[in-house]
């Protein structure tokens, strides 16, 4: 066979493809230095996952976490399960009953949990409840030009 110089260069011209198709490839994934993953699309499901983990200083008033300098969700991010090790069968182990999908079934099903929030909830609308009850009897300011 005779390769014909427009067929060498026909060949190099798709070698060097444009810059902006090079980007959006790059952009697919996170690249080799994480081992390509790939950018996971973002369910209802997966965002209510997301925020429970950024509100996670929240829910337990003994345990301390940095403060979260992220505003948005992550572009690029794995969810994976953690697999039991067999030695560990009567211990450290989660019966499969208790065992929920998502991490806000997780909390929802913690009794603990539930009585924090519901006690915290209660201080805080005590808390308002006091604050509107004061404005209600405040002598009102005149505005003056």
Do not use: C
């Not at 493809?17 to 790939?38: C, H, I, L, N, V």
């Not at 337990?60 to 969810?79: C, E, H, L, S, V």
């Amino acid at each position: 066979m005779v390769v014909t110089r427009s067929a060498r260069s026909q060949a190099a011209r798709h070698a060097t493809s444009p810059p902006r198709y090079q980007k959006k490839e790059r952009q697919k994934t996170a690249g080799d230095g994480w081992f390509g993953m790939k950018a996971p699309e973002l369910t209802d499901e997966l965002k209510k996952n997301l925020k429970a983990l950024k509100m996670r200083a929240s829910m337990d008033p003994k345990r301390f976490y940095k403060k979260n300098d992220r505003d948005g969700f992550p572009k690029y991010f794995q969810i994976g399960t953690i697999v039991d090790n067999p030695a560990d069968f009567y211990h450290s182990r989660v019966p499969k009953k208790q065992r929920k999908r998502t991490i806000v079934e997780e909390l929802l099903a913690d009794s603990e949990f539930r009585r924090y929030n519901r006690r915290k909830y209660a201080e805080i609308m005590a808390e308002k409840a006091a604050n509107a009850a004061g404005k209600k009897f405040r002598k009102k300011k005149k505005f003056r030009n």
